[in-house]
């Protein structure tokens, strides 16, 4: 985690930047300063001098980054006893991410600066216990008056904001997308300036590669990488959006398969799964192991019968990759398929390696068969969930698909084919 701490101006540079400041009316300034103000966030950072976060203000909802030392950071006195209730929490390698309610302070903050001509750009850096603010002041608004109201106000930069003038927006975007590589932000760029997400559609991703200079595959691929990641960004703010019942709570089940020697872990958010995941332990915390879907689940892992497909889903994924997840639904129990042919299936021949990245960020496994997808080269192929490879191959043979062993290192890897489900006699 890279270290932010303000470098505060002198005071004779303070005095001078705003004289400046007065004398220039023709355009608008970028300020950004340090302040300190009474509440969680400073007591947390100030606990936790290891602990950055980044707060985005999202109306009366707070949607906060935590870098660095976050572990434990929703049990923490600071979190639970803000009188703010958590929305939403997820958590990755690098961060946290909690979006919270109850943030009335910070949007009549907001509303109050906006008054004067100042606009926050989020996000607020706090560590250390300060806060590290950055404003747009429109042309003519004094900044003295605008850190008047801060405790303990030290002015860091006073600079013209790049770019075009009135692209506050673009500044004030709350989306943190720190994975989009360049790449992937120019294809999704070109697409739009394109009409691809037009309604109808006034360009094909093959219009678009074209325009590039690259290949249509290539292209999709960068696409479908940075949909994924803009879609992630905005689903704290788009569930908010979704006026989605409070009753309609994240539960999550999970019973031992012995057929897979793992743990079969169900989300379901009201009615439709959100995720299946293989695991080596069970839950920490869990709603138990009773659950008519983690029964059918486990019914078929064991006999190898009923295709699952009838199972809603909750999906968080692009649209290239929820075209494929739906298409892998479709294929039978004991029937596989490679992934160059599900590309051609779905238009995009040439797109299989596309389609192996949706199948690996499959976020319901076994109810989404991606271990019927095998490479062309033969083997089985990898697989994203727990056991890998192993795990892959028992669930093709519980469904009747006949490994023919051929030498590899492991022994374990063959060519799959399709078996004769009507000659096949297993104990049920």
């Known amino acids: 985690m890279h270290d932010t701490e303000p470098k505060p101006m002198s005071l004779q540079e303070h005095a001078a930047s705003m004289e400046a400041d007065m004398e220039d009316s023709t355009g608008t ?13 400073q007591e947390l950072t100030e606990r936790r001098p290891g602990l950055a976060i980044d707060a985005y203000p999202l109306g009366r909802l707070l949607l906060l980054r935590c870098l660095g030392d976050g572990e434990g950071i929703e049990r923490t006195p600071e979190i ?5 209730a958590i929305l939403y929490h997820a958590k990755s390698p690098e961060e946290e991410t909690l979006l919270l309610d109850g943030g009335k302070e910070e949007e009549d903050a907001i509303t109050s600066l906006e008054e004067e001509n100042a606009y926050i750009v989020p996000p607020i850096r706090w560590q250390r216990g300060e806060a590290l603010i950055t404003l747009i002041l429109d042309a003519g608004t004094d900044p003295r008056t605008i850190l008047d109201r801060f405790p303990e106000a030290r002015l ?12 506050r927006e673009a500044l004030s975007s709350p989306l943190f997308l720190s994975k989009l590589t360049e790449k992937q932000a120019r294809a999704l760029l070109a697409a739009f300036d394109a009409g691809y997400y037009e309604f109808p559609r006034n360009a094909t991703t093959e219009d678009v590669s074209a325009s590039l200079g690259i290949a249509r595959s290539t292209f999709e691929q960068h696409l479908n990488r940075a949909e994924h990641h803009v879609i992630r960004a905005l689903l704290p703010v788009v569930r908010m959006r979704s006026g989605r019942p409070h009753d309609e709570a994240l ?39 009773d ?7 486990l019914e078929h892992v064991r006999t190898g019968t009923d295709d699952l497909r009838d199972i809603p889903l909750h999906l968080e994924v692009g649209p290239f990759e929820r075209e494929v997840l739906e298409f892998l639904r479709t294929i039978p129990p004991g029937q596989t398929i490679t992934y160059g042919e599900i590309a051609a299936k779905l238009g995009r021949p040439g797109a299989s390696r596309a ?12 109810v989404i068969p991606c271990h019927r997808v095998l490479p062309k080269s033969g083997g089985v192929g990898n697989y994203s969930s727990e056991g890998g ?37 297993r104990t049920r």
């Not at 031992?256 to 872990?265: A, D, I, P, T």
């Not at 659950?291 to 689940?297: G, K, V």
């Open 29 to 41: 300034t970028q300020v950004t300063f340090a302040a300190r103000a009474a509440g969680p966030l």
């Open 80 to 84: 639970r006893e803000s009188g703010r």
């Open 156 to 167: 860091v930069s006073k600079r013209k904001p790049a770019g075009r003038q009135g692209a």
């Open 251 to 289: 539960a999550i089940y999970s019973k031992f398969s012995r057929e897979l020697g793992l743990y079969v872990q169900l989300e379901v958010l009201g009615d439709r799964v959100r995720r299946v995941r293989l695991a080596r332990d069970a839950p920490p915390h869990g709603a138990g192991s």
């Open 291 to 297: 659950h008519p879907y983690l029964a059918r689940i």
């Open 355 to 366: 389609v192996g990245t949706a199948c690996a960020r499959n976020p319901a496994v076994i």
């Open 389 to 425: 490879p192993e795990t892959k191959r028992r669930l093709l043979e519980r469904e009747g698909a006949r490994l023919d062993r051929e030498a590899s290192p492991e022994g374990r890897t063959g060519r799959v084919r399709t078996a004769n489900r009507q000659a096949r006699s």
